[in-house]
Structure formats: C-alpha cells, structure tokens
C-alpha cells in the first residue's frame, strides 16, 4: 500500500474532486483489492489492476453521489495546515510557502473544473510521471487518447491560469485608499506651507 498510496490517491482525488471522499475511495479500494486478490492473474502491473479497482471504486461513488446533488461540501483547513507544518519544516519563508500554497490551491480548483477524463489523464502524466503506456493500462484507453486528452488538458490548463492572471493584472501596484489619501494629504500639507 505505501509503494503506491500516492499515485493511488492523486487518482482518486482527480476523479473525486474532494480530498476526505478520495481517502475513503482509496481505502475501500484497498480493502477490495485484499478481497480480490485471488482474481489478479498478473496480465498487467499490479500498479494498473489497482489504478482500476480505485477508478471502479470512484465510478460507484459518483453514482451514489449523483443521487444527492443538493449536499454542500465542506471546506477542509488541510491545505492551511499544511502551510504552517511546511513553514515549520523546511524554514521557508512564510511569504513563499503561503504563495506556493495559494497558486497550488489555483490549479487544483482549475483541475477540478476540467472534464474528469482529462483530469485522470493530467494528473497520471503530468503529476505522477507515469508513462503514455502505463496512462493507458491505467485507464484502458488507447495511447493515442492519452496524448490527446493530456494535451487537451494541458491547453485548458494553461488558457485557465491565464486568465486568472488576466483578471489581476489591473489590480498590480494598486494605489488607492489610504495611500492614496496619504499621498494627496502629504502633497496638501507642503503646499499650505
């Protein structure tokens, strides 16, 4: 389980979009997997026959939770806490770990927003490095749909980011309010001089 709970987790938390359901996919999948592990033939990786036991734990998921769409999610301080143990940790300075924190939380809400068959493919290329090979197996599709779909997924990415950064830029070196005020009061006060 420690060998692939990392790759096992990203790829429920793409599928899921939640980090709390993700752990409980994971884990159900895992005891499935224990359940089922007289079935396991070895015709591929045992890394692939779990990525599917989780992707058929996900799907079930999205079944039940299809019947409950009026249910509000709630937020987790994770990621908060996270900063402060990071801080703690690697003396970062605070300003960057909240900044890398900040833009993390950005693409995971972007990653969220995108299809899940792109999401499953991104963060099986782009985040856990897998091969275009290993991504099919993973996810029984053909190479040629991973290529596409990451690359998709990537240009979505990429144009969301951008946008974002769009939407900020007129507020960069924003002067206004007590600045501005300081600055009109002090030019005032010379001139009544």
């Known amino acids: 389980m420690r060998r692939y709970n990392r790759r096992l987790y990203r790829l429920a938390r793409a599928s899921l979009g939640q980090d ?6 994971l884990q159900e999948a895992y005891l499935c997997a224990y359940r ?3 079935q396991f033939r070895g015709e591929s990786a045992l890394a692939t026959w779990l990525a599917r036991i989780v992707l058929n734990e996900c799907t079930a998921r999205h079944r039940r939770t299809a019947r409950r769409r009026n249910v509000v999610p709630m937020m987790s ?20 770990a909240v900044a890398r924190t900040q833009m993390r939380d950005i693409l995971q809400r972007k990653l969220n927003e995108l299809p899940e068959s792109l999401r499953l493919v991104f963060v099986l ?7 275009v090979e290993e991504t099919a197996q993973c996810l029984a599709i053909s190479q040629e749909s991973v ?11 990429r144009d969301a980011l951008a946008s974002e950064i769009d939407s900020v830029e007129r507020d960069l070196y924003e002067f206004g309010g007590r600045d501005c005020d300081g600055v009109v009061d002090g030019v005032l006060a010379c001139l009544e001089r």
């Open 20 to 25: 709390a359901e993700a752990k409980d996919a």
């Open 36 to 38: 089922g592990l007289t």
């Open 77 to 96: 301080l994770d990621s908060h806490m996270e900063v402060v143990s990071k801080v703690a940790d690697d003396g970062e300075p605070p300003d960057r």
């Open 125 to 131: 290329r782009s985040v856990e490095e897998l091969s």
């Open 147 to 157: 290529r596409m779909r990451h690359f998709r997924a990537k240009g979505l990415l």
